[in-house]
């Protein structure tokens, strides 16, 4: 049933180009010398690709040629071109682009939909990687009978968050996301700052990690989650009163079992003051929670922020071992609104590969897992699943939502929409050239706040755009309709096409 709920009218979408001269693309274009610049091909593209030269016309913005495909257009500007002055090959630089998950179409479209607010058209693919495996070899199967012709606006993405029953206020959010933590000391302040703001806007959540609550937060109180993880650095009464959900991290899926370490050089002299350590001294957290052995130690944990916060949801962030269904039954039990599913293909490029590869449950074993075994013990109802580790795009987070969960939590894509090219250097203080995950004032001032902020508004608009499609396709007016509806997703090695009875979305 869908959830009825005023009409939040959420942020516009407004274009924000790259903040490098020369953005990444699929496709490198290239004015050779016998150009007269005549002018034609800025005339003819539609896609600004070129701006005027004094010789020549400027490739100004070649990330948006629309390629090869252009071929089969009146307005092919290599065929056009009076000098055949213009040269299309593809990009070298794109080949060798992000990896087996993120692949460099991902990326692209990424950056694309945070640019522009809309669908990539460049022949991207923006709904799998090319991992072999997880979300990428799941598919939608569509009914063949026309999906639901109604306007946008008449299909639901609003969630709530508390479905206890309890005498805890309710709290809807009008997307099925919220941002992930992402403490401040593994990213920059106008990294925190601009997902908290993006939140804002989109009347969402944003999680602070376990780095402590910078006061540039303060005036978004309402849409923040505050972490407690076992370091408990920055971990104060009053920021736990602040907030309307207060987060406990048990584990996380990208490096369960190992806790966190925050290399030296991240830690200048404000996260220290900020975690309460020293300057330049690396931070570790532990794992696990040296006062949590039980249920009943769990439940004294959550009876402490209920205790403290007479308003707050309280949220439970675990990794995914293999009996990932009783944690979650007995975080209920402890008196938990919502259990975050922490899948193994999320983290930064600061989490080991070992564990990313070989210890947790993937995601998409996980989730149906504890959906089944919670609906088998008749509690499905009241409690909030969340899952997270890995949702790359509006595809993965609608496949999360029809394995079981109710919601995604997304961090990864956030700083994909800043233009993060997947290095893998997050853990160095002056190892992110995109001023992104860092603590260095020279490489955080690479990055304005506004600029950012709009660029993650952006990106998640055109997701639930994407989402509402996906569920009118399916004859759905609510994404709660979605949950756990197994029979419309299925895996490319196990399904025959004699025994479809929809359209596969490949």
Known sequence: MAIKTKTLKLPEIRPVPSRFRNAL?????????????????????????????????????????????????????VNKCPEKAIQLTINPSFEILGDRRWSADLLASAWHMAETGELPYQGLNYKTGNSGGGFDKLRFIFPKAKGLDVPDEEISTTIELNRSGDSR??????????????????VS???????VKAAAALKT??????GGYPEELIPYDDHIITQIATG????????????????FKYAQGAKPGLGGHLLGD????????????????ALFSPFPFHSVYSVEDHKKHVDWIKETNY?????????????????AVGSYYAGAHIVQLDGSYGGTGAAPDIAKKNIAMPIEYAVPKVHKFLSEEGIRDKVTIIASGGIRSAYDMAKAIALGADGVCLGTADLVALECIRCHHCES????????ATTDEELTSLMELDWATQRIINMYLTWQRQLISILKRLGMRSVTELVGRFDVIGHLDYIKQKDLEGDLDL
């Open 429 to 436: 203080g002056r190892g992110c050239a995109r001023g992104i």
């Open 189 to 195: 302040i106008v990294t925190m700052l601009s997902r």
């Open 266 to 281: 991240k830690v200048t002299s404000r996260v220290a003051s900020m975690r309460e350590a020293v300057a330049g001294s």
């Open 169 to 186: 206020p309710s709290v809807t959010i009008p997307v099925p996301f919220y941002f992930g933590g992402m403490s401040f000391g593994s």
């Open 311 to 327: 308003r707050a949801l309280v949220s439970v962030k675990v990794s995914t071992p293999s009996d990932v269904d009783m944690v």
């Open 232 to 247: 408990l650095f920055g971990v104060r009464e009053e920021t736990i009163k602040r907030v309307r959900i207060v987060e």
């Open 205 to 210: 959540f944003c999680c602070t990690g376990e």
């Open 25 to 77: 693309g699929k496709y490198r274009v290239t004015i050779t010398k016998s150009c007269n610049n005549c002018g034609l091909c800025i005339t003819l593209c539609p896609y600004s690709v070129y701006k005027a030269g004094s010789k020549k016309p400027r490739v100004a913005a070649e990330h948006l040629c629309l390629g090869f495909p252009c071929k089969e257009k009146d307005f092919f500007c």
